[in-house]
């Protein structure tokens, strides 16, 4: 098993990865002889590589894999020591920016680019991976700028975004990068994955078209089954808004349901973390020095909940969105039903009360769907959760 049997689906983007990490291995020998790589090798291979596509496409997993295969001797064979530590990402030369809060700040990643500077400890390539580059700030997009536009000899740059948009990339960063393209995997594709990891094949099926592609979403409905309860009752919402009382209701406990799920996704790291950076500070000493000791722990300890509270926001942001991306399919699954359109629903459970919404007018679901759209728009833009949910349900009331 090799690291690109983890990138479900993507087979064009395998092969162009694949070249290019035989590329790498040929420039890398070629520098160690001193010779000079041919023009068509260095056309394969180049310092900044942007990958882009839908949410569960795998961005993040073919950066990973394309950063084991550029560090393996033997282009990704997913089982020497280079392929495992990248995979658990403790590589030394293999650098992860994976924003847990809401933007990734100048602050990492001028850090990041003065690490990637270094020389390869491994003596082949110093990569820098950046998930969701999208959520880079102005000031921290202008310090990658300046690494992308004059790379040290051996340093790669791998990074994540959903599309090529400026508003996901900035035009400067994009136009220096070799794009990949990635595509929602098949179904069956998602199913074999979740069959090959030791679930039931009917389970992975359904989880597989109800997580619409998405391979570790329907990883999670498949083994979680708080996952699938949140599903079923975003699910019962559409057929359930019959008057304005139940529309905030609803909202309500979307939003409330979202907080929760922040709160426990909170509750199992925040307080491990204050205890670690409480002992790393050395709290309960005596002696010389503990005064200053304590008074830098309380800027740390500050700075920790800063990080934690824009984590917990992501986290409650995310769960939102996986309810909206759910009532998006449901009112999809009715315009499918509406033009009896040969494919394979989303909900299949939720055939009930899909045929009874199939009475509204075409133009009356569509709007519903843009409501859902214009939702998960508004949290984009940092509009409270509770008054863009409250304005979407409303927006849903059945007539």
Not at 130 to 138: G, I, K, N, S, Y
Not at 146 to 157: D, H, L, Q, Y
Not at 242 to 258: G, H, S
Request: glycine fraction near 8%; include cysteine; charged fraction near 25%.
């Amino acid at each position: 098993m090799t690291v690109w049997d983890e990138l479900v689906g993507q087979p064009e983007a395998v092969a162009i990865l694949s070249g290019a990490s035989r590329a790498a291995a040929q420039i890398v020998a070629s520098r160690r002889s001193g010779a000079t790589g041919g023009d068509e090798v260095l056309a394969q291979m180049t310092h900044a590589w942007l990958f882009t596509g839908p949410p569960g496409s795998g961005r993040s997993v073919a950066a990973r894999a394309f950063a084991a295969a550029l560090q393996c001797e033997n282009g990704g064979c997913g089982e020497c020591a280079a392929c495992h530590t990248v995979g658990t990402g403790t590589h030394a030369d293999v650098h992860m920016v994976v924003p847990e809060g809401l933007s990734i700040s100048v602050q990492e990643m001028r850090k990041i680019v003065l690490t990637a500077a270094r020389a390869p400890s491994g003596g082949r390539w110093q990569v820098v991976v950046v998930e969701d580059a999208d959520r880079l700030t102005e000031a921290a997009a202008n310090a990658l700028l300046k690494a992308v536009e004059e790379p040290p000899e051996r340093t790669v740059f791998l990074l994540c975004a959903p599309s090529t948009h400026p508003d996901d990339v900035p035009v400067t960063i994009r136009s220096r990068c070799r794009v990949v393209t990635l595509r929602t995997p098949p179904a069956d594709a998602v199913a074999g994955v979740l069959v090959s990891r030791g679930v039931a094949p009917e389970v992975a099926e359904w989880a597989a078209q109800a997580s619409q592609g998405h391979v570790g979403r329907a990883n999670r409905l498949a083994r979680d089954p708080d996952a699938q309860a949140r599903r079923a009752a975003v699910l019962a919402i559409p057929a359930s808004l019959t008057n304005m009382a139940a529309c905030l209701e609803a909202a309500d406990k979307l939003v409330k349901a979202a907080e929760e799920e922040a709160a426990a996704f909170a509750a199992e790291r925040n307080e491990p973390e204050k205890e670690a950076l409480a002992a790393a500070m050395g709290a309960g000493g005596t002696g010389k020095g503990t005064a200053a000791a304590t008074r830098s722990a309380g800027a740390a300890l500050k700075d920790l909940e800063r990080k934690q509270k824009s984590r917990t926001t992501r986290a409650q942001r995310d769960a939102l969105d996986r309810a909206l991306v759910d009532l998006a399919a449901f009112y999809r699954d009715v315009m499918l039903d509406q033009a009896g359109a040969d494919v394979a629903s989303a909900h299949p459970e939720a055939a009930g009360d899909v045929r009874r919404l199939t009475a509204l007018h075409p133009e009356a679901v569509l709007a519903r769907l843009d409501a859902v759209l214009a939702c998960r728009e508004a949290l984009e833009l940092n509009v409270k959760p509770r008054i863009a949910v409250e304005a979407m349900t409303t927006a849903l009331r059945l007539p």
